[in-house]
């Protein structure tokens, strides 16, 4: 497929998010923007938090990781499952109590207002990366497949693509994910299965029974229980996942502001519990996809593409479904899915970056109605312009797969929130406020420590994304240490 060709089907989608956008932002009111004014059904927010939770990273990143890692991060997305379970049943009851719009002012009424800046900040920095993790994975495919043919530069593809995100959320915020999400997850299925289906249909075609081979046999070992110091163990990769879910999901603004538009916490716990069922059998189909992809590269002896003169497994599913002889129909249900999953997760972490700014750092609720459409604004543009900045660095830096570095940053940012949160949820100490942020610096140096040297501390132990765990224990412990003794 040309690149004008895909251009067109880029301008085309998002004259579609353009018009959900008019529609849903006609009030430009505060309430729409941050809640929704708490009219979502259920069941639309779930859908389209099946796409938030994919993205990007899940469309090209899980496919490309499978010939590493087999279909062994299935193991995390079951641990994810229980993850939800504690979210629903546990943290949306007190969200909804307390009728917050930033899950964080729970830490000012719990802890005091450093407790609650200091889980602002962290929640802040923890999704400006997880963002600009998922935005640059896209933005890098649309460069080497589409604009690097008229030579722009990757800095503008990456400005440009923030720029249609703000177009579409600056009036309608929250009011307008909800609904343009729903949209993006159909594509990104739709595109999975489409790819699938016209994968089969090769190997049937050219008398290939795939799901009997050896290679296939490989790439689709789902669960490691040899070792326990292996990083892939299954008991570590579950517990990894469902604490990674907890803080990911349940600690995170950016997921939890769609379930706050729910109309009451049943329904919410309902799109929780759902969305946990339905995205083990979604990332299973795109494991499965990746298989197929590695098994047909291998077939037809395509070479692994690089960027930069490092080999990009991430690039293989759109390099076979634009490149290749699989017809025309693949191309563009890629190309839709691509976009579909560059948006799902960019818009809504703009949105909750600002809704988390203006409530946690600007005192938001006591300015005046005009004063805070004006903030808001100026706000939108600054996370905008932030997101910019951190993806054109990662370019300069960032070597992994994307999946896997996420998950690995997650470990080190999310840990002090789990703690936070933890103590605050299962004890009933209050604590010396002001020593908040150190207690959670501290956190993250000695997961730090851990991490690097596990292998000569516990006889060759490697840790997992169980990591989070350990970060999230240190900083319920530093917590413990400086509780009020006089309770």
């Not at 191309?331 to 970056?353: K, N, P, Q």
Request: proline letters at 2%; aromatic letters at 16%; charged letters at 15%.
């Amino acid at each position: 497929m040309q690149a004008d060709q895909i251009l067109i089907i880029i301008a085309a989608y998002f004259c579609l998010l353009l018009s959900i956008s008019y529609l849903t932002g006609k009030r430009d009111s505060n309430q729409d923007f941050f809640i929704a004014n708490k009219k979502s059904p259920w069941y639309v927010v779930a859908f389209g938090m099946i796409g938030a939770s994919l993205s990007g990273v899940t469309f090209i990143s899980v496919p490309g990781w499978v010939q590493d890692s087999q279909f062994s991060y299935l193991q995390i997305v079951i641990g994810y499952f229980f993850g939800y379970l504690a979210i629903a049943y546990l943290l949306l009851p007190i969200y909804y109590k307390l009728k917050i719009t930033s899950i964080y002012e729970y830490l000012n009424i719990r802890f005091g207002t450093i407790s609650h800046k200091t889980g602002a900040f962290f929640f802040f920095v923890s999704r400006v990366l997880g963002a600009a993790f998922r935005l640059f994975l896209v933005a890098t495919v649309l460069q080497y497949f589409i604009f690097d043919t008229w030579n722009i530069p990757f800095e503008l593809t990456v400005t440009f693509s923030i720029l249609l995100i703000w177009l579409y959320t600056f009036k309608g915020g929250i009011k307008t994910i909800v609904w343009t999400d729903t949209l993006q997850t159909f594509f990104m299925i739709a595109a999975v299965i489409t790819a699938i289906y016209i994968l089969n249909n090769y190997f049937i075609s050219n008398n290939i029974n795939y799901l009997k081979s050896d290679a296939f046999k490989e790439y689709s070992k789902i669960f490691f229980a040899d070792e326990i110091t292996n990083k892939k163990h299954w008991l570590k990769s579950v517990l990894g996942g469902m604490f990674i879910a907890i803080s990911m999901t349940g600690l995170d603004q950016d997921m939890m502001q769609k379930n706050l538009t729910c109309r009451n916490v049943k329904e919410a716990q309902w799109n929780i519990v759902s969305l946990g069922t339905v995205l083990i059998v979604v990332n299973f189909i795109f494991l499965f996809l990746g298989a197929l992809l590695f098994l047909y590269a291998e077939h037809n002896q395509i070479q692994m593409p690089r960027m930069d003169g490092q080999i990009k497994t991430d690039f293989l599913f759109p390099e076979i479904a634009l490149n290749h002889e699989l017809g025309i129909p693949l191309a563009i249900m890629f190309v839709l899915g691509l976009i579909a999953a560059a948006y799902s997760s960019a818009d809504s972490a703009l949105t909750s970056l600002t809704t988390s700014f203006c409530f946690d750092f600007l005192n938001f609720g006591k300015k005046t109605n005009v004063s805070q459409k004006k903030i808001r604004k100026n706000v939108h543009v600054g996370v905008s312009l932030l997101l910019i900045i951190v993806i054109v660095a990662f370019k300069r830096v960032l070597n992994e797969n994307v999946i896997s570095s996420l998950l690995t940053v997650a470990t080190y940012t999310y840990g002090p929130l789990l703690g936070l949160f933890a103590f605050g949820i299962f004890t009933k100490h209050s604590i010396q406020d002001k020593f908040t942020p150190a207690i959670a610096l501290l956190a993250i140096v000695f997961t730090w420590f851990l991490h690097n040297h596990s292998k000569s501390l516990f006889s060759g132990y490697v840790f997992g994304y169980e990591l989070i765990i350990f970060n999230g224990v240190f900083m319920f412990l530093g917590l413990y240490l400086i509780r009020n003794k006089t309770q």
